[in-house]
């Protein structure tokens, strides 16, 4: 039988790689796929308050910021980076099943932030090991990498389904199998031996070039992207919770969170028509603005179509932002600084959204949806740090038939 398109084996390459590292990327989306929408649930099940859920939510996003490029470094500088990701797995696996034992804020705060910790560099490192395949073997980021989206769409509508059965009950046990599945993933990952370029996560534990910071319009536009990212921060924490008490079932919730990420596929997947047809500024604009408007209509009480169709607006608001700005760092930072630069977006999508996430535990408690006002703002901030990127970069690297935008 003849290998699916994209995970045929290649010569040198660890045997079925592609097919490998796919499924090595599904076990941690599962794992997102379960605690992104559903975690928050179980949280006000134990009668936590608002802001309570969002420091708990949001003190990881701080440690992992810099956790992460310290499994980095220590990944990139053993024989094998798989062996960091069965450390994360056994360790995370750990947490989740001592959370069983918790009940009260602290505890839970305490158990949460070390899963955070330890389960951080779980994702780059398998991104890592599978960039590695495609520089080494010219294997296809995009059908490797799609397999994980689909995982988390599976992962959020079973976790839908069980919410709707057990309710809040049912997260630990989905979170603790989820994370057994990373740690078999990892017994399967492929080796690739020792790096022969540093993870960009890595790069965030040395202080970026000169060269990378006097870009500015590289600086602003990455600060641009996290403030749109981080404007999705009471999404993440407070949409399942208030689409409930709306009424809507555990099924629901699941569509609507899978509904976005399938949209941000289908994003991927026309990516290079896109980029071929518009330039990367107007489509960053394009996404920030549309951010704008989706956090701006979010409190706005409407249908299950009405919430589906602002969900599908994900597309715009990551994916084509995702897209367009690695494919303008790649324009404009030099290869040798490229473990830098994104190390610093690293960075700053991390900073930016721990932050945001801690902001929206107090604003949702005060204010209910009316806080996705704030994350309009938020969103606004970073279409204005766009557009003042677009202003000072370079004329030549604007014009929309530039080679590297696809013209």
Not at 39 to 50: A, G, H, I, R
Not at 52 to 61: D, E, F, K, R
Not at 292 to 306: C, Q, Y
Request: net charge positive.
């Amino acid at each position: 039988m003849t290998a699916p398109s994209g995970f045929s084996v290649t010569a040198g390459a660890p045997p079925y790689f592609a097919a490998r590292i796919a499924l090595v990327f599904c076990a941690p989306m599962m794992v997102n796929g379960i605690a992104l929408p559903f975690f928050p649930v179980w949280l006000e099940t134990l009668k936590m308050s608002d802001f309570q859920i969002g420091i708990v939510l949001a003190v990881p996003m701080f440690v992992r910021v810099f956790t992460a490029p310290i499994a980095g470094v220590v990944a990139d500088r053993l024989g094998e980076r798989s062996i960091v990701l069965i450390w994360s797995g056994v360790l995370s696996l750990v947490t989740a099943v001592a959370l069983f034992a918790t009940g009260s804020f602290w505890p839970i705060l305490l158990l949460y932030t070390l899963q955070g910790a330890v389960y951080s560099p779980y994702v780059p490192i398998t991104e890592a090991i599978m960039l590695s395949g495609v520089r080494r073997w010219n294997f296809d980021y995009g059908k490797m990498r799609l397999w994980g989206s689909l995982a988390f769409v599976v992962a959020t509508m079973v976790g839908g389904w069980l919410a709707g059965l057990f309710g809040g009950a049912m997260v630990l046990p989905a979170m603790a199998v989820a994370f057994v599945l990373t740690v078999l993933a990892a017994l399967i990952a492929p080796k690739t031996g020792k790096p022969r370029r540093p993870s960009p996560i890595a790069a965030v534990a040395t202080m970026p070039t000169k060269s990378t910071l006097r870009l500015w319009d590289v600086q602003l536009l990455m600060i641009g992207g996290s403030l749109v990212s981080a404007s999705h921060a009471m999404l993440f924490a407070f949409s399942a919770i208030y689409w409930q008490k709306m009424g809507f079932s555990g099924t629901d919730v699941g569509i609507l969170w899978s509904a976005g990420v399938l949209a941000e596929v289908v994003m991927f997947v026309f990516s290079v028509q896109l980029r071929r047809r518009f330039n990367l500024w107007s489509m960053m604009t394009l996404g920030c603005a549309v951010a704008v408007v989706r956090w701006a209509l979010f409190p706005i009480e409407m249908s299950f179509t009405g919430y589906l169709v602002l969900q599908c607006l994900h597309a715009f608001t990551y994916a084509i932002i995702h897209m367009s700005l690695q494919s303008r760092l790649v324009e404009r930072v030099a290869e040798e600084q490229e473990g830098a630069a994104q190390g610093l977006y690293f960075f700053y999508n991390g900073i930016f959204m721990a932050i945001a996430t801690f902001a929206s535990g107090y604003v949702f408690s005060w204010y209910g949806v009316s806080g996705f006002y704030l994350m309009s703002a938020v969103a606004a901030a970073g279409l204005v740090c766009v557009v003042a990127g677009r202003f000072v970069a370079p004329r030549p690297d604007i014009q929309p038939q530039s080679v590297a935008s696809g013209g």
